[in-house]
């Protein structure tokens, strides 16, 4: 009896061809071939963990399959006798071929003749697999200047072993090999071997390559999501590749762009591979790398720098409209999905979408997703009693022509939106709204999350408790009265990674029944550049969001609420009331209040109403430090500010951790002080003054 032995190379194949000796291998044995794989796909992938060897699985298991494969295997060789067995693994490549050979006659019992059937990639080629591949494991790839593959020394190493017989060598090249098919080219070794001319493994034509936007799509999907499992398969990501295998199946080619690397990679691979290709020509003339990819006559090294990360720098081009229509499919990138609507994703994505097929496979990924099955019926005619929205926000739900902007173009015209947020302030300034009656609104937007990821960075809010618990009650408080959303706006540095603050946004929305809808999310699914800078979504991007958002609002209302109100914890006051300094009114688009203006040496005497949170202050007005005293205690807030003369911006400067203030004191230098955000103390000082509206408390007791 001789030994076949197929050794890859990885990525070349091997899958399909061990997919078509597996479901013709009684008709090989019936030819006097024996082909036992250990399971459909993996042939004797696991046989090197018997010589030490690794494999991508649990390597205990894989070495219990292969002994047990190679007992079964010799029981039937000794009660069939074929002429040949035949075994196919890519790891056989790189394994010693000493020790391989003496595993196979140790088990069977007696030596053996062996045949080598070995397929091979152009570097070129190989590389743009080796990619593919790496990205289905992590956001990262091998730089292209770093790629070099040595096959010739291992195929060498198995051409000198002394029971060889045979070794037969085919480039894994369409253009280059039988019927375009590795399958084909394979039986037309067995059949030159053998001497059978009747061979002819049936052609398994699956393909399990991606389009560019495919691998673009599928290397920002692990880099948002999955950033800390790098090199390591995971289920939401294998269930993407799976999903377009099979979309690629039904489409009968794959959706997209052909991959295919930029000139100067091509030939900055070659370059760093032309002694192996050259030496595997010389051993295997027939084998014909050199011709399969001509060297570009081009200085590679130039274009070197533009070679990033982003496996899009790398690749000839991708329409941007199919890597949308892609990313429209995913629940994590697409609004319409997170709210149930599965129709949208698969229109206009190619043209067999529409089919039984494509619904069917699409359906069986959303449900491994756990996306809703079909879109909520808004509860209680939502529609029809939505009359009045109330914005609570900060900086991105002020810009002009941003998400609001968006949202009131799309809403029908007799739904009032009261926008009364302000910018450069944390969310913890809309506790003055928790003694109001927010039931005269159907809906409440609550916008703070960039503020606050800014803010929890320069430790100016609180501990994460003090933090958490105080935002609690706050949303708690609004969403007992109505619908509450909380809208996911985040920096640009946390896209990727979703900060605390974020998290602690997202948890306490769920917790009180209200909605988390991230815009964060949708941002990533637009186009570059998705920021006008760190901390504020391109406006085109946010006008967009609000569009959708108002179009689906009735959707995003809670049909219920289990949140408690704890309004009796909160009292604002306007300072004025306590102090006969002098007072103005400010104004501007979305604001307005009256100021006291506090000088140097004035004093407040605040009523006993819990732990000051915040001041609501005019910076425009505004140089100084308010000292806060109480219970035996100093806390000193700077709150030095560029003067601007006939300007007005308004500012909630919130007190870290809360303070038992009794008294409120302006003076023009302190020690030790906590700073505030946006302060600008280069300029030179002005008269000390302090523009302030109203102070904001919650009882100590409940903190």
């Known amino acids: 009896m001789e030994v076949l032995i197929h050794i890859g190379d990885a990525t070349h194949g091997s899958s399909f061809i061990q997919s078509g000796l597996h479901s013709f291998r009684k008709a090989l044995l019936d030819k006097g071939i024996l082909y036992n794989p250990v399971s459909t796909g993996t042939g004797h992938y696991s046989y090197i963990t018997l010589l030490g060897g690794r494999t991508r699985g649990n390597d205990t298991v894989r070495a219990e399959m292969a002994a047990k494969n190679l007992r079964e295997t010799s029981d039937l060789v000794s009660k069939y006798k074929p002429r040949y067995l035949l075994l196919s693994a890519e790891n056989f490549l790189g394994a010693n071929p000493e020790e391989i050979s003496k595993l196979i006659d140790r088990s069977l019992g ?14 070129v080629d190989f590389y743009l697999s080796t990619v593919q591949q790496q990205l289905k494991a992590d956001h990262k790839f091998a730089a292209p200047y770093t790629f070099r593959r040595d096959i010739i020394q291992p195929l060498s190493l198995w051409r000198q072993q002394r029971d060889l017989k045979s070794i037969s060598v085919r480039p894994f090249n369409e253009s280059r090999i039988n019927d375009s098919s590795a399958i084909a080219e394979f039986s037309s070794i067995l059949r030159d071997i053998t001497g059978d001319s009747t061979i002819n493994i049936p052609d398994i034509r699956a393909n399990n390559s991606l389009s560019v936007e495919q691998i673009i799509l599928l290397q920002e999907f692990r880099r948002y999501f999955l950033p800390h499992k790098s090199g390591v398969f995971d289920t939401e990501s294998n269930r993407i590749v799976s999903l377009f295998n099979e979309l690629n199946e039904i489409n009968k080619d794959i959706i997209g762009t052909q991959p295919e690397l930029v000139e100067a990679v091509r030939a900055c691979i070659i370059d760093n591979n032309i002694q192996n290709i050259t030496e595997v020509d010389k051993a295997f003339p027939n084998v014909g790398l050199q011709n399969i990819h001509p060297h570009p006559d081009i200085d590679w090294t130039s274009d070197r720098g533009n070679w990033t990360s982003d496996v899009r720098s790398i690749m000839k081009g991708y329409i941007p409209e199919i890597l949308n229509a892609l990313k429209a499919l995913l629940p994590q990138y697409s609004p319409d999905l997170t709210s149930g609507d599965r129709q949208k994703t698969l229109q206009n994505l190619f043209a067999p979408a529409s089919s039984q097929q494509a619904t069917t496979v699409y359906g069986t990924y959303l449900n491994q997703t756990g996306a809703p099955k079909q879109k909520p019926a808004p509860g209680n005619d939502a529609k029809a009693k939505i009359n009045k929205v109330l914005v609570l926000g900060t900086s ?22 009261h926008n009364k947020s302000v910018g450069g302030s944390p969310g913890t300034q809309f506790a003055c709204w928790c003694d109001k009656d927010l039931s005269g609104y159907d809906c409440v937007i609550f916008d703070s999350v960039v503020n606050d990821e800014n803010m929890t960075a320069k430790n100016l809010l609180g501990d994460e408790s003090f933090y958490s618990k105080l935002i609690f009650e706050i949303l708690s408080t609004i969403a007992s009265q109505t619908n509450l959303i909380v809208l996911g706006f985040c920096n640009e540095r946390f896209l990727k990674n979703k900060s605390k603050v974020y ?29 006008r800078d760190g901390a504020h979504i391109s406006i085109d991007i946010s006008r967009d969001f609000g569009k959708i958002f108002a179009k689906d609002l009735a959707y995003y209302l809670p049909n219920n609420s289990r949140a408690k ?8 006051i306007h300072v004025s009331q306590y102090s006969s300094s002098e007072t103005v009114t400010r104004k501007s688009r979305l604001f307005e209040a009256k100021f006291c203006r506090l000088k140097h040496g004035d004093v407040v005497t605040l009523p006993p109403l819990g732990n000051i949170i915040g001041i609501q202050i005019d910076s425009s007005d505004t140089y100084g430090f308010a000292k806060f005293s109480g219970d035996g205690s100093t806390l000193v807030q700077s709150m030095r500010f ?9 500012y909630f400067i919130p007190v870290f951790n809360g303070f038992p203030a009794q008294k409120l004191e302006v003076v023009d230098a302190a ?3 906590v700073r505030s955000m946006h302060e600008e ?10 523009a302030v509206s109203t102070a904001t408390f919650w009882k100590a007791d409940q903190a």
């Open 565 to 572: 109100s704890y309004a009796d914890n909160f009292k604002t």
């Open 110 to 123: 007696l030596e053996t003749k062996k045949h080598i059937i070995a397929f091979l990639r152009h570097p």
């Open 503 to 531: 998290k602690i946004h997202q948890r306490i929305a769920k917790e009180v029944g209200g909605t988390f809808l991230s815009v964060a999310d949708f941002a990533i699914n637009m186009p570059e550049p998705r920021f």
């Open 642 to 650: 560029p003067h601007r003369e006939g300007k007005f911006l308004a």
């Open 396 to 417: 991105n739900s002020i810009l002009t022509g941003g998400w609001v902007d968006g949202f009131i173009q799309r809403l029908p015209e007799h739904i009032e939106v």
């Open 671 to 673: 020690e030790t002080f």
């Open 681 to 690: 103390t280069r300029d030179p000082p002005v008269e000390c003054r302090l």
